[in-house]
């Protein structure tokens, strides 16, 4: 039977191991979901590609508290969803009317 998947085992030191693990889910992906974006890009463009990175202000929640109470509310069905649109025309039209 073929496997879809190969082991990397290599040796960091615990607090690089948590911290970088507290990146990747703040990114919203797993550590070895991370290292396989890091692996893949660096493929594609023979060394290091351009970061993947939180804001700069580390303070910041991602998504901000605001945008992820919108979402709660909307997946609870407590706010509605707007949308699909059949054109960006009609998403700006919907948006500016809902700023009235």
Do not use: C, W
């Not at 929640?61 to 919108?70: G, H, I, K, L, Q």
């Amino acid at each position: 039977m073929a496997r879809n998947s190969a082991t990397i085992a290599f040796r960091v030191k615990p607090e690089i191991k948590r911290r970088a693990d507290a990146l990747f889910e703040r990114l919203g992906m797993t550590t070895s979901t991370g290292m396989n974006v890091l692996l893949m890009q660096t493929l594609d463009h023979r060394g290091f590609a351009a970061p993947v990175a939180l804001p700069d202000d580390e303070e910041d929640e991602y998504p901000n508290a605001e945008t992820r109470a919108v979402l709660d509310r909307v997946l609870a069905g407590t706010e509605p969803m707007f949308g699909p649109f059949e054109s960006t025309e009609e998403m700006l039209k919907s948006a500016l009317e809902m700023e009235d």
